[in-house]
């Protein structure tokens, strides 16, 4: 039985560039869709419903990042920037926005699709079982509820309700979770989670796990459960 094609949509105001994707995107098998601005593309995520998307930042009326800030409230689907903007300072307020990965104009096509793979297998992984990996950890148990990861189920409620991480956030928690702790250095955390290392930047890390702390501390600004072992990395203490 043939699987159902991943849904993407790219969102890219430059019809050669746009159309290049296109076609490069449906000859890996996907199905795709087109957005030529940001309005576009949020409108074309509420009605489709895909599975990934590909932003470019510079859209005009509504840029990529203001497109990913809207998607984020709602939807956890990976997001990849596509972008000739590189300086740090823009890579980092994408992330920050809730992009999941970076690529900087111009690129190999097949960059795009190698990293799309990455977030598909990460996607996978997130909903399968992970051998020995116990059914759920307790994060925290102090009010107002306690939190817990229930990694199989690829969620994390506090209470009753859900916490919305996105594919990278809920990642980074697991291998944390995996060893509690124990200390994670950034190299280490990039090659568990990323795969390809996102150009060896280990900023990315410290931008999502300062996105992470936002959704499962109670003080972002004091982190219990996710700490910071200065000129080590990240460990996990539960609570």
């Known amino acids: 039985m043939v699987g159902v094609a991943p849904r993407l949509l790219v969102v890219e105001d430059d019809d050669p560039i746009r159309t290049a994707l296109r076609w490069a995107l449906e000859d890996e098998g996907y199905d795709v869709a087109e957005a030529v601005s940001g309005e576009e593309a949020v409108a074309a995520v509420a009605t489709a419903a895909p599975d990934l998307m590909v932003v470019d930042l510079m859209l005009g009326s509504m840029d990529g990042f203001a497109v990913i800030r809207e998607v984020r409230r709602d939807h956890d689907l990976p997001i990849i920037v596509v972008s000739a903007r590189a300086d740090t300072h823009d890579i980092v307020a994408a992330l920050e926005a809730g992009a ?71 990642r980074l928690l697991c291998e944390l979770a995996a060893a509690p702790g124990r200390v994670f250095s950034r ?53």
């Open 100 to 170: 999941d990965d970076y690529v900087t104009k111009p690129f190999q096509v097949k960059e795009i699709t190698a990293r799309l793979r990455a977030l598909r297998r990460r996607a996978g992984a997130a909903g399968a079982a992970q051998g020995t990996a116990p059914a759920e950890v307790v994060l925290d148990r102090h009010p107002p509820a306690p939190l817990v990861l229930r990694e199989e189920r690829g969620t994390v409620h506090r209470g009753e309700q859900q916490v919305p991480l996105t594919l990278t956030e809920f």
């Open 187 to 239: 190299q280490m955390l990039l090659e568990r989670v990323w795969e390809h290392g996102f150009f060896g930047d280990e900023r990315i890390v410290d931008v999502h796990i300062r996105r992470l702390r936002t959704k499962v501390e109670l003080d972002p600004g004091a982190p219990r459960i996710v700490v910071t072992v200065r000129g080590l990395g990240y460990r996990l203490d539960p609570q």
